[in-house]
């Protein structure tokens, strides 16, 4: 099977037409199958009261589809978060190529400017989504777990994707935060049982040895040991399009990796309340008071 991960935004009309809701919480999921091709789409629903909705949901994605018919605020905070978090695959649902002039110089020197426009019928879109392809992160067994949940007769079920290698039933992985082995009792794929997946699925996995009070959003299973980030040297960069803090020291709020985590910047030293585990050698941070609320990246040294 074919897998790909699409974040969405505002574009409730497009996933009405061609998908199916599943999970929703403050994040909504949609799913499609054609064929082979299995098509996930993430909706970041609390957006934009909640900024974590927003960047929960562009983590796993491959690709992007917003809404390009209004510049405004919040299509900003959109448009500066994909960058940030590197997304460089995606299209702009727009109704007249006015709306296009409006965007070209807006996302000119971001990771969007490859972005093509759309502005047709929504089925005949999904024939250019299907020639997109899901590209591995890691080359380990490495899944990210976005909702969990216990379940009568089953025990502790918990939905996530896998973002590299390919994992099998009844192999034991490590689990982030909770640092501990989890065994996989069994795998789901659009309700169908599974003997193994490939990177890019969205699954629902059914675990042993771990209970569902100790797993949390943003939650790897992959081959341990984890390493994690609490206090730690690195740089602060701001997006081009926000205005730097002139304080040395400053809240900060990671927003990444389906976490969000508050902390210190104090120049070149931060300081985290609780861990995050280190996937990357770079973290999306956000500082909720400003505005735009997603303000740069840490480089981490």
């Given at each position: 099977?074919?897998?790909?991960?699409?974040?969405?935004y505002?574009?409730?009309?497009?996933?009405?037409?061609?998908?199916?809701?599943?999970?929703?919480?403050?994040i909504?999921?949609?799913?499609?199958?054609?064929?082979?091709?299995?098509?996930?789409?993430?909706?970041?629903?609390?957006?934009?009261?909640?900024?974590?909705?927003?960047?929960?949901?562009?983590?796993?994605?491959?690709?992007?589809?917003?809404?390009?018919?209004?510049?405004?605020?919040?299509?900003?905070?959109?448009?500066?978060?994909?960058?940030?978090?590197?997304?460089?695959?995606?299209?702009?649902?727009?109704?007249?190529?006015?709306?296009?002039?409006?965007?070209?110089?807006?996302?000119?020197?971001?990771?969007?400017?490859?972005?093509?426009?759309?502005?047709?019928?929504?089925?005949?879109?999904?024939?250019?989504?299907?020639?997109?392809?899901?590209?591995?992160?890691?080359?380990?067994?490495?899944?990210?777990?976005?909702?969990?949940?216990?379940?009568?007769?089953?025990?502790?079920?918990?939905?996530?994707?896998?973002?590299?290698?390919?994992?099998?039933?009844?192999?034991?992985?490590?689990c982030?935060?909770?640092?501990?082995?989890?065994?996989?009792?069994?795998?789901?794929?659009?309700?169908?049982?599974?003997?193994?997946?490939?990177?890019?699925?969205?699954?629902?996995?059914?675990l042993?040895?771990?209970?569902?009070?100790?797993?949390?959003?943003?939650?790897?299973?992959?081959?341990?040991?984890?390493?994690y980030?609490?206090?730690?040297?690195?740089?602060?960069?701001?997006?081009?399009?926000?205005?730097?803090?002139?304080?040395?020291?400053?809240?900060?709020?990671?927003a990444?990796?389906?976490?969000?985590?508050?902390?210190?910047?104090?120049?070149?030293?931060?300081?985290?309340?609780?861990?995050?585990?280190?996937?990357?050698?770079?973290?999306?941070?956000?500082?909720?008071?400003?505005?735009?609320?997603?303000?740069?990246?840490?480089?981490?040294?």
């Amino acid at each position: 099977m074919n897998s790909l991960n699409i974040f969405t935004y505002d574009v409730n009309d497009f996933l009405k037409t061609v998908s199916k809701k599943a999970t929703e919480s403050d994040i909504t999921l949609y799913n499609r199958k054609d064929g082979e091709n299995i098509f996930s789409f993430l909706s970041p629903t609390r957006f934009p009261e909640k900024i974590p909705a927003l960047t929960d949901c562009i983590y796993p994605a491959d690709v992007a589809i917003v809404n390009g018919n209004n510049l405004t605020r919040e299509l900003g905070e959109v448009i500066i978060a994909l960058d940030l978090m590197g997304l460089k695959r995606g299209y702009f649902l727009v109704d007249d190529e006015s709306k296009i002039d409006q965007l070209k110089p807006v996302i000119s020197k971001t990771s969007l400017k490859d972005f093509r426009f759309y502005s047709g019928n929504h089925m005949e879109f999904m024939d250019i989504l299907s020639k997109e392809k899901h590209v591995p992160r890691f080359s380990k067994p490495t899944i990210v777990i976005d909702h969990f949940f216990k379940v009568k007769s089953v025990g502790t079920v918990a939905l996530g994707f896998v973002l590299g290698g390919k994992v099998e039933k009844h192999q034991k992985l490590m689990c982030s935060y909770a640092d501990k082995e989890a065994q996989i009792k069994s795998i789901q794929v659009q309700d169908e049982d599974q003997e193994s997946v490939e990177s890019g699925t969205r699954v629902g996995l059914a675990l042993k040895n771990i209970d569902a009070d100790e797993i949390e959003r943003g939650m790897f299973m992959s081959e341990g040991p984890f390493e994690y980030l609490t206090e730690f040297q690195g740089k602060f960069e701001f997006h081009p399009a926000v205005k730097g803090l002139n304080d040395a020291s400053f809240e900060i709020f990671v927003a990444d990796q389906m976490r969000y985590q508050r902390g210190v910047a104090d120049r070149d030293k931060f300081t985290l309340e609780k861990p995050v585990v280190k996937m990357k050698n770079e973290l999306v941070v956000a500082t909720p008071n400003k505005t735009p609320r997603i303000q740069g990246k840490i480089r981490i040294s």
